[in-house]
């Protein structure tokens, strides 16, 4: 089954203690990408990679970190979470990251809280 | 400055009436749109998505959308509404000279069904 897998689904964590979670699908797209969504503000981009080694800011990068050494690949590194970056986090990946495409594929999410 | 806007942040339908979603869009040239369901607990689910053509756009679960160019508008509509239609809904734009790389969503709609 064509999937974007996010794990966890549900994390408690405290303040300044690094974690990663991660995402993975199994389309082959090219283009991956990570939201964070919060009551009032939709979801909003953290950063996105349109292939392996190619990743850029969204709208919201600071506080976190992300790679892409592989195509099925693109863990979100938290390095040191702080209370503000509770938040439920997405990751979606698309064929290409170019004009023609067929939309998004999301993940089912990571609920975080960081106390 | 570019936005999306979805004005309405809860709205409560009975079972079998019809359904509108509105969404408006601020861009210097019509962007790609989409509309997006997230149901309780779960990923984002495109719904629909309109690039170029014909201004009425069918999508799954019996829902279309309508695009205005002059009212910078792309609502959501149902005929008669279901009471597993009980999601939050996200319109959502991809401007053209950046492709996907910076799709933007709206804040969300929360659909209440009432029986």
């Known amino acids: 089954e064509a999937q974007v897998t996010q794990n966890p689904r549900y994390l408690i964590t405290v303040t300044g203690k690094k974690l990663t979670v991660t995402c993975s699908q199994n389309m082959n797209h090219e283009y991956m990408s990570w939201y964070r969504q919060d009551p009032g503000l939709g979801l909003r981009q953290i950063y996105y990679?349109?292939?392996?080694?190619?990743?850029d800011k969204g709208d919201v990068p600071e506080g976190y970190k992300v790679s892409r050494k592989e195509k099925r690949n693109f863990p979100l590194i938290l390095e040191s979470p702080s209370p503000n970056q509770t938040s439920l986090y997405f990751c979606?990946?698309?064929?290409?990251?170019?004009?023609?495409?067929?939309?998004?594929?999301f993940g089912s999410g990571t609920r975080l809280t960081v106390v | 400055a570019q936005s999306v806007t979805q004005p309405d942040i809860h709205i409560t339908v009975s079972e079998g009436a019809s359904l509108e979603l509105r969404c408006n869009y601020s861009?210097?040239?019509?962007?790609?749109l989409f509309w997006y369901v997230q149901s309780p607990g779960q990923g984002l689910q495109l719904l629909l998505k309109?690039?170029?053509?014909?201004?009425l756009v069918q999508g799954i679960k019996g829902f279309e959308a309508e695009f205005k160019r002059s009212q910078s508008s792309f609502n959501l509509r149902k005929p008669s509404v279901h009471w597993s239609d009980a999601a939050e809904y996200f319109c959502?734009?991809?401007?053209?000279?950046?492709?996907?790389?910076?799709?933007?969503f709206g804040t969300g709609t929360r659909l209440l069904v009432s029986p």
């Open positions: 861009y210097g040239a019509t962007p790609y």
């Open positions: 979606a990946s698309s064929l290409t990251g170019g004009i023609v495409d067929y939309g998004y594929t």
């Open positions: 959502a734009v991809g401007p053209r000279d950046t492709g996907f790389q910076k799709l933007v």
């Open positions: 990679s349109m292939n392996v080694e190619v990743t």
């Open positions: 309109y690039f170029s053509g014909d201004t």
